[in-house]
């Protein structure tokens, strides 16, 4: 009897066993699919995002300023006029032997050096390559810029061959000698010697400001002691002496040359123009030489200034300057910019005449 119990006892013990096992794998199974699904136990490790290649931008190419665009377009040369004041030459030489040099001054004169004018010179030189190579065409040029201003129109005449007289002075004694491309001014109104702005005539016509001298006979009275105070405050420098080269004729404009006050060897002045609404400067700084501070044999003085045009664009102020010393004269063209005068050095002109 005891045997019967004892093996239904032992039945039932494996019956519960088997029911637990089960019950055991089934809870694993549950339990280990809300761990996967719950995250509670298991941290998974999240990859972090790649970033985009992104390819280095092209740096962009700075295209022309607006003053680079007026002048690309805007035909513009020099040139001076003869002892009548009948005709202007552009000088050109042919700078295509760089050992080239000009030939020495002659003794024959008048006729004679007219004769043998082009004896020792290239036959072959045909001057209508330079319109070829550099766009010029003299005849764009039908209006001269003179001092403070003055038009006059002028036409192309023709090219002059250079003669063995001359002496490479490019002054009206010299004139005849010289090459380059000869206007002419039918009313004979031009001023002996003198240089003049070659252009068109629409573009300064529309654009010019009027000025005048501001003094007579050569005598230039400096700046007001109001301005010359306003402009050593500005400039935090001492101020030796200022000189009032033009006025505007309308409106309270005008154009000064300002000499600073030397400090050691640092030497300075200023062109300055300043109105009602602005001022603006171009100023040279320069290292002390008792005899050619700025220009050869000018000794520390800047030399002579005289405006030849003042002009109002879209772009802003355009000032014409010669600039006069011993050694010979150059035009100064400066364009309004950023507040100051900038000096367009590409657009050179320079006349060697001691």
Not at 35 to 64: H, S, T
Not at 138 to 157: H, K, N, Q, R, T
Not at 219 to 229: K, L
Request: aromatic residues 14%; contains cysteine.
């Amino acid at each position: 009897m005891f045997n019967i119990y004892k093996r239904r006892i032992t039945s039932i013990l494996l019956i519960a066993f088997f029911l637990l096992t089960l019950t055991v794998f089934s809870g694993c199974e549950i339990l280990n699919s809300r761990v996967l699904q719950e995250g509670v136990f298991i941290e998974e490790e999240e990859e972090e995002p790649q970033p985009a290649a992104v390819a280095p931008a092209e740096p962009e190419e700075e295209g022309p300023s607006p003053w680079e665009l007026h002048f690309a377009t805007w035909p513009i040369t020099f040139g001076f006029a003869n002892d009548e004041g009948s005709k202007l030459i552009h000088v050109f030489y042919d700078y295509s032997d760089p050992d080239a040099v000009l030939p020495e001054p002659s003794a024959e004169t008048g006729d004679e050096a007219s004769a043998e004018a082009n004896e020792d010179y290239d036959e072959d030189y045909e001057p209508n390559n330079y319109f070829e190579e550099t766009g010029f065409d003299p005849d764009m040029f039908s209006l001269a810029v003179g001092p403070y201003g003055e038009i006059w129109p002028i036409s192309f005449a023709f090219w002059q061959e250079e003669r063995r007289a001359n002496n490479g002075r490019e002054n009206a004694y010299n004139f005849e000698n010289l090459p380059g491309f000869v206007y002419a001014q039918k009313d004979w109104k031009l001023t002996k010697n003198r240089t003049y702005l070659l252009t068109q005539m629409g573009p300064i016509l529309d654009s010019i400001i009027a000025i005048a001298p501001s003094g007579w006979s050569g005598n230039t009275p400096p700046m007001s002691e109001e301005t010359t105070e306003s402009i050593e405050k500005y400039k935090e420098r001492k101020i030796e002496w200022t000189k009032t080269l033009a006025v505007t004729k309308v409106g309270e404009g005008q154009i000064g040359l300002v000499l600073y006050e030397r400090q050691g060897n640092d030497m300075l002045f200023s062109i300055v123009y300043t109105d009602e609404t602005k001022t603006l400067f171009w100023d040279n700084p320069a290292v002390y030489d008792e005899t050619s501070t700025w220009r050869t044999d000018a000794g520390d003085e800047p030399g002579s200034f005289s405006p030849l045009l003042l002009a109002s664009f879209d772009e802003g102020l355009m000032l014409v300057l010669l600039w006069s010393a011993p050694e010979g004269e150059i035009a100064v063209i400066l364009y309004e910019e950023d507040g100051v005068f900038v000096h367009a050095e590409d657009l050179f002109f320079a006349r060697y005449t001691a």
